[in-house]
């Protein structure tokens, strides 16, 4: 397999009526941090565009890379997000107290990582993780949490259904956005479900990108960019049930998806669904000038932010950057902020700490540096957890730090 190829059909509907909407040119791997050595070689570079598909309504990027070279060695640990992990351990409360009738049940999580949702039903009830990270998988493994590592295909589920028996629960949370054959995907959960079986999925939720200007949502791990009608349409089109939809407060603001075999949910939706619907229409998520209009947005997001750190810097000030999430290497790399800006980026996953971001090349440190060597500001690239971070930080602020949040317009606070 080539490691990036050009997609000129829609990967949901297969139509060919795909226009680009926005174009972010040739990005580095948004999670690809480097080590001292690596920044001696040439970094790899793809296309990161973006098209609307006008019989579908999905978003979702012009090229796909090489799955291999983005998930079978992921720096992602959901562990090492304190409110993530906390968002997670809701929903697996939700699942025993809602849809659990027996500890024979099975839950099945697609992109479990290192088993965060799935070690608050151990012992509850059967459970099973399938992902495709060796490194995090291991995490999980060492946990007690059963873990298949590979990538969850209909031809997986074909393999390990006979031997665990239906499932009850599927959850997938984040990932729907990043695989290219999402169709085979979906296929797999349907045929895995028992005949009343329910599918739970969190994604981005494109409107949310849009009206927060969250652009740096956008990079190659992420393929797809969700409305509820793109998801509708897939769904219907596999024979399943599209049941319920809640906006949830995290990564900006993101669908909970509630689909099914038929006989769940009583085989029809909720009123919320049809509300959503509305709502998306109403907004213009069925119109690619909507997302044209967009692109338009960043540039003026990019010009406001790049100001301001130069005008601070050239005042002498020190910045650091908070954080190291794949999202915000969309945002150094677009907008050029670089190591003459950054001195630093600090992030809590042990794994990233000691490398250099991609693209840009800023090292990435223990947040013990915020003290030892106290910046003026810093710039939050975790901007969907400003509220805890600036909660946790109430010393830092106390001594007079100020927090930049880039998006969705740039302020200090």
Same mark, same amino acid.
């Given at each position: 397999?080539?490691?990036?190829?050009?997609?000129?059909? *829609?990967?949901?509907?297969?139509?060919?009526?795909?226009?680009?909407?926005?174009?972010?040119?040739?990005?580095?791997?948004?999670?690809?941090?480097?080590?001292?050595?690596? $920044?001696?070689?040439?970094?790899?570079?793809?296309?990161?565009?973006?098209?609307? *598909?006008?019989?579908?309504?999905?978003?979702?990027?012009?090229?796909?890379?090489?799955?291999?070279?983005?998930?079978?060695? !992921?720096? !992602?640990?959901?562990?090492?997000?304190?409110?993530?992990?906390?968002?997670?351990?809701?929903?697996?409360?939700?699942? @025993?107290?809602?849809?659990?009738?027996?500890?024979?049940?099975?839950?099945?999580?697609?992109?479990?990582?290192?088993? *965060?949702? $799935?070690?608050?039903?151990?012992?509850?009830?059967?459970? +099973?993780?399938?992902?495709?990270?060796?490194?995090?998988?291991?995490?999980?493994?060492?946990?007690?949490?059963?873990?298949?590592?590979?990538?969850?295909?209909?031809?997986? %589920?074909?393999?390990?259904?006979?031997?665990?028996?239906?499932?009850?629960?599927?959850?997938? =949370?984040? %990932?729907?956005?990043?695989?290219?054959?999402?169709?085979?995907? @979906?296929?797999?959960?349907?045929?895995?479900?028992?005949?009343?079986?329910?599918?739970?999925? &969190?994604?981005?939720?494109?409107? =949310?990108?849009?009206?927060?200007?969250?652009?740096?949502?956008?990079?190659?791990?992420?393929? @797809?960019?969700?409305?509820? #009608?793109?998801?509708?349409?897939?769904?219907?089109?596999?024979?399943?049930?599209?049941?319920?939809?809640?906006?949830?407060?995290?990564?900006?603001?993101?669908?909970?998806?509630?689909?099914?075999?038929?006989?769940?949910?009583?085989? /029809?939706?909720?009123?919320?669904?049809?509300?959503?619907?509305?709502?998306?229409?109403?907004?213009?998520?069925?119109?690619?000038?909507?997302?044209? =209009?967009?692109? /338009?947005?960043?540039?003026?997001?990019?010009?406001?932010?790049? &100001?301001? +750190?130069?005008?601070?810097?050239?005042?002498?000030?020190?910045? @650091?950057?908070?954080?190291?999430?794949?999202?915000?290497?969309?945002?150094?790399?677009?907008? #050029?902020?670089?190591?003459?800006?950054?001195?630093?980026?600090?992030?809590?996953?042990?794994?990233?700490?000691?490398? !250099?971001?991609?693209?840009?090349?800023?090292?990435? %440190?223990?947040?013990?540096?915020?003290?030892?060597?106290?910046?003026?500001?810093?710039?939050?690239?975790?901007? =969907? !957890?400003?509220?805890?971070?600036?909660?946790? &930080?109430?010393?830092?602020?106390?001594?007079?730090?100020?927090?930049?949040?880039?998006?969705?317009?740039?302020?200090?606070?």
């Amino acid at each position: 397999m080539e490691n990036c190829i050009k997609k000129i059909t *829609c990967r949901l509907c297969g139509s060919s009526a795909l226009e680009m909407v926005l174009d972010l040119g040739n990005m580095p791997l948004a999670n690809a941090f480097l080590s001292k050595e690596d $920044l001696k070689k040439e970094e790899a570079c793809f296309p990161l565009a973006v098209n609307f *598909c006008h019989h579908c309504f999905s978003v979702q990027l012009s090229h796909t890379v090489n799955g291999n070279l983005l998930f079978k060695n !992921y720096h !992602y640990v959901t562990s090492a997000s304190k409110p993530l992990a906390e968002h997670f351990y809701t929903l697996a409360d939700e699942i @025993f107290e809602n849809y659990i009738q027996s500890p024979k049940d099975l839950v099945v999580e697609i992109g479990s990582n290192d088993g *965060c949702l $799935l070690s608050r039903l151990k012992g509850k009830c059967r459970i +099973l993780g399938i992902d495709p990270a060796e490194n995090v998988t291991i995490v999980a493994k060492s946990e007690k949490i059963p873990t298949v590592t590979d990538f969850f295909t209909l031809d997986l %589920v074909k393999k390990i259904k006979p031997k665990i028996g239906p499932a009850r629960v599927v959850v997938a =949370n984040n %990932v729907m956005a990043h695989i290219d054959d999402l169709r085979d995907v @979906f296929s797999g959960v349907k045929e895995f479900l028992s005949d009343d079986g329910y599918f739970i999925f &969190e994604v981005h939720w494109v409107g =949310n990108l849009l009206t927060e200007g969250g652009f740096d949502q956008i990079y190659h791990e992420h393929l @797809f960019y969700h409305s509820l #009608h793109s998801l509708k349409n897939l769904i219907e089109s596999l024979g399943m049930v599209l049941i319920d939809v809640k906006t949830i407060p995290i990564h900006g603001e993101s669908l909970r998806v509630y689909a099914g075999n038929p006989p769940a949910g009583g085989g /029809k939706s909720s009123p919320a669904v049809e509300n959503f619907l509305k709502r998306e229409i109403e907004m213009g998520l069925t119109k690619s000038e909507t997302f044209v =209009n967009f692109s /338009k947005k960043i540039e003026t997001n990019k010009k406001k932010l790049t &100001e301001l +750190l130069h005008g601070l810097k050239a005042e002498g000030k020190k910045i @650091f950057g908070y954080g190291a999430p794949a999202k915000g290497n969309t945002l150094l790399n677009y907008f #050029h902020i670089g190591p003459d800006i950054l001195e630093y980026v600090t992030d809590t996953t042990l794994s990233k700490q000691s490398t !250099y971001t991609p693209g840009m090349h800023i090292r990435v %440190v223990s947040p013990e540096m915020l003290i030892k060597e106290q910046p003026d500001f810093v710039l939050l690239l975790s901007w =969907n !957890y400003a509220d805890a971070i600036l909660e946790k &930080e109430k010393e830092l602020r106390n001594k007079g730090v100020k927090f930049i949040i880039p998006v969705p317009q740039v302020r200090i606070v």
